[in-house]
Nanobody, 120 residues
Framework: QVQLVESGGGLVQPGGSLRLSCAASGSFVSIASMGWYRQAPGKGREFVAIITGGKNTNYGDSVRGRFTISRDNAKNTAYLQMNNLKPEDTAVYYC??????????????WGQGTQVTVSS
């Protein structure tokens, strides 16, 4: 019922910036939260950032102060502005959405992933 389309990844030099987008579509009525996770080769999936419907935000320690998450509720789209990128930020970035369902439950959906490479 929910499809997530990610875009905005690419190759950037250290200190550069990228902006990721995640557009959600489907039959859902609302989105409780949208977030980003990343996975580098040989590592587990790491929490990056999350934003709620009320636009409260939280960030992983490794990106706090450099990344900013936002969302446009009318467009069902989340954005991740990544500034001062470091080689350690190189990873596949995955969008995540949490959809509220009946009887107080939630359902998670994941995007296809977009590659971010930070290199000279």
């Amino acid at each position: 019922q929910v499809q997530l389309v990610e875009s905005g990844g690419g190759l950037v030099q250290p200190g550069g910036s990228l902006r990721l987008s995640c557009a959600a579509s489907g039959s859902f009525v609302s989105i409780a939260s949208m977030g980003w996770y990343r996975q580098a080769p040989g590592k587990g999936r790491e929490f990056v950032a999350i934003i709620t419907g009320g636009k409260n935000t939280n960030y992983g320690d490794s990106v706090r102060g450099r990344f900013t998450i936002s969302r446009d509720n009318a467009k069902n789209t989340a954005y991740l502005q990544m500034n001062n990128l470091k080689p350690e930020d190189t990873a596949v970035y995955y969008c995540n959405v949490v959809i509220p369902i009946a009887v107080g439950g939630v359902s998670n959906y994941w995007g296809q992933g977009t590659q971010v490479t930070v290199s000279s």
